[in-house]
């Protein structure tokens, strides 16, 4: 039985329209906010390792066992990896006593998306 929740910015057709690249047109007040919430999760040093230690895992999801080791307490894990998924980062199941974690590869292609028209006007 699985406990894993998507959160909507995973939809494939909600992560393409929420997120254009900055230099193709000013963004919405809610596409603006969906991006924030998206780069603010990511802008604590751990919370950056543990997306980085989820998305890099191999076969796409980690289990929180392997991801843990980030300088900083369990709960303190915890606690930041429910930031990265509040903000629709990651997901989650538990399998047993563990919970595994994985990126939904439309929040990594929406992400870059955005920021890849920018990179070329630089």
Not at 63 to 91: F, N, R
Request: aromatic share 4%; glycine share 6%.
């Amino acid at each position: 039985m699985s406990n894993a929740k998507v959160l909507p910015l995973l939809e494939p057709d909600v992560v393409a329209a929420c997120c254009p690249p900055l230099n193709e047109r000013p963004m919405s007040a809610d596409e603006a906010e969906v991006a924030a919430k998206m780069f603010k999760a990511l802008g604590d040093p751990v919370r950056l390792r543990l997306f980085s230690a989820v998305a890099s895992h191999e076969g796409g999801e980690a289990c929180v066992c392997d991801i843990s080791d980030v300088g900083v307490s369990q709960p303190t894990v915890s606690h930041h990896l429910k930031k990265l998924k509040e903000a629709g980062l990651l997901s989650s199941e538990r399998r047993g006593t563990w919970v595994y974690y994985r990126v939904e590869p439309s929040v990594l292609a929406a992400m870059g998306a955005l920021l890849a028209g920018a990179a070329k006007t630089a």
